[in-house]
């Protein structure tokens, strides 16, 4: 067991999930005197732990303390004042200038004087000095695989975002990638190739665009590892086409919003949950509801989640295709029989076949499928197989997730029976090597990426499109520069506001009947938020 003090700061949370990425098995403690270890000379120490009593930031030294004890106990004390001293001397950290505070030093008192946004910089560069020095440490304790260094977040990408549009060069960005976050080099050519390609997607940023999402939260099963808003048929199939009805109604009210703040919409995704689990009749209710109440006219793509093969029939394909959908995905998850009855899916390999093969005959010439490296029981030779299935099949687009063991999955809450199930990291560390050469092999470049809590091996998922087929609407929610406007329940609206830093979330319900009944409310919500902007700006 890890024992943490944290002393002269509140970041427990930050700390935490670096942690994490080390060993989940740690516990803070309040007071130095709840070490089992209570003699911090050093010397006195049967087993000498290692110091670190300064970190370089910028060319700064700021001065800090970090004890840590072989015998799995850290101690971390870290003054506030120092931080901020050093702060003021600094002339970039990522990718943000602090022009007229170079010259002055800050003492701790300065700090409440500081307007929000020099005092949210403030904060970010102690957090990310305190993350540095633990990194150091646990480096040294625990043999874990951390290509990431010290990010914790879900997306890598806009950090180089930020640099280039701070008129950082390519090796400047490489250099601090490396030293303020430990970042390996692999990852920083990861980020450095979907930056460039999301670039001609993002800028310039048009305010007035915003993206269109629409939750259809039904599935025929749940699957092991899924914690997404999704209810089975077998217990709420009963309310799909009431559930329509009252989509549509949050429908017609944002179209309104939209229409009132001179907004246009630029991509419509329509995910779940499983969307093919609406009948053909229900689908094609709920796609002219959206072309009748909202200008889809100039519209760059339109993606519907095709998603599992036992939902997918011709009736429902001609209704996509009548409705002029650009891209769809049909998702195998996996290409081995005995993992799909594993993780619950009740098709087979053959049926994900007969369904790409007769997307691709109804004239589908945008098709996406995702994989997830990882699953139970699965080694790097049932991976291969999979790659093989997919490349015969050749998509536009492929879409590869490493295994995240979430909270609200049945996975998670059967994790006693799991555990020995799962992948070892490095194993997955080479499905994620072997997955990136068959992309290349098939033509198919990286263009977005992000990673999620919980992944098994530190990693991440990534996108992997040929050239002219990325999928623009997962580029522009993933680095957030376009407002996400999301209708249904468990759906998630982002409002982005990039003259100030700002994002602000507007969730729906997710339980499906509660929906139903405040349909109203979730509209509201919505043009509580917009409405209070556009005021706030005129």
Sequence with gaps: MLEVLLKGHDYKYEVAELIKMFTHDFKFIEHIEDFKVKETNEEKLEDKPLMINSLSLEGETLSSEIKYFRGGQVFFEYTEKNSLEVFGKIKTFSGKSINDLRERKLIKEDFEFLDKEDQMIAKKVCKETIKRSFYIALKKLYDAYVPWGILTGIRPVKVVHSLLSEGFNVSQIRENLNKNYFISDDKIDLCLNIAKKERTFIYPIDENKISLYVSIPFCPTRCLYCSFPSNSLADFGHLKSVY????????????????????????????????????????????????????????????????RPDTITKEKLEVLKKHNVTRISINPQTMNDETLEKIGREHKVEDIKECFNLARKMGFNNINMDIILGLIDEDLEMVRN?????????????????????????????????????????????????????????????????????????????????????????????????????????????????????????????????????????????????????????
């Design 244 to 307: 329509v009805d009252k989509l549509i109604e949050e429908i017609k009210a944002v179209s309104i919003l939209i229409k009132n703040t001179g907004k246009q919409i630029e991509t419509l995704y329509i995910g779940g949950g499983t969307p093919t689990t609406l009948s053909a009749l229900e689908m094609d209710k709920l796609i002219n509801a959206l072309f009748m109440e909202l200008d889809l006219s100039k519209i760059l793509e339109f993606t519907v989640e095709a998603g």
């Design 386 to 538: 999979t790659l093989e299935e997919i490349k015969k099949l050749s998509p536009e687009s492929l879409t590869v997730h490493t295994m995240a063991v979430k909270r609200a999955s049945n996975l998670k809450i059967n994790m006693d029976k799991y555990k020995s199930k799962l992948t070892h990291d490095q194993e997955v560390i080479k499905m994620i090597e072997l997955s990136m050469k068959y992309a290349y092999d098939m033509g198919l470049k990286p263009y977005y990426m992000y990673r999620q809590k919980h992944m098994v091996g530190n990693l991440e998922n990534i996108g992997y499109a040929k050239d002219g087929y990325e999928c623009i609407y997962n580029i522009q929610v993933m680095e957030e520069k376009q407002s996400n406007y999301a209708l249904g329940a468990g759906s998630i609206s982002k409002f982005v506001y990039n003259d100030e830093n700002r994002i602000e979330r507007v969730e729906n319900v997710k339980n499906v009947e509660h929906y139903i009944d405040r349909v109203e409310e979730m509209t509201q919500r919505k043009e509580k938020e917009v409405y209070r902007n556009v005021n706030k700006s005129s």
